[in-house]
């Protein structure tokens, strides 16, 4: 077992499906990039019910990343060259609308000004808004 984490595009609709014991369970193709150039696709199924209810609101192409235990695997393609999988159990899913609600909620809770008392938010910690603030 290999916990890990990974990112890419929702290949095709994900699906939910039950068990032979009635449990529910969602399964779900992504699309990742992989360090040379190629894909690598990720076979995923998910038993967690936020998990499960964050894959179904995706559709093919969206952007999500990934959380939980991967195991490698080899697939044979149409010509006959093998070609490296990844099967996860997700734990936990992140699409663009988590980002975006977290962000709303951040800034909601303290009217939008990341100012702390007068000194820019990041300042001295490698995050800048201006070129200028490099140098001050």
């Known amino acids: 077992m290999i916990d890990g984490l990974i990112g890419g595009k929702v290949y095709g609709k994900p699906v ?5 014991s009635g449990k529910q369970f969602v399964t779900a193709k992504v699309r990742a990039a992989a ?3 190629e894909s690598l ?9 936020a998990a499960q209810t964050a894959l179904l609101a995706l559709d093919e192409g969206d952007s999500v990343s990934l959380s939980g235990v991967l195991t490698p695997k080899v697939w044979t393609d149409k010509n006959g060259d093998t070609r490296p999988a990844l ?30 008392e007068g000194r820019q938010a990041g300042k001295g910690r490698g995050v800048f808004e201006r070129p200028d603030d490099i140098l001050s």
Do not use: C, P, W
């Open 35 to 37: 360090g040379d150039g």
């Open 87 to 116: 099967d996860m159990v997700a734990h936990v899913v992140l699409t663009a609308y988590h980002v975006k609600r977290k962000r709303q909620a951040v800034q909601g809770s303290d009217g939008g000004d990341e100012r702390d």
């Open 41 to 49: 696709f990720v076979n995923v199924i998910a038993f967690d019910g």
């Open 16 to 20: 939910e499906r039950k068990g032979q």
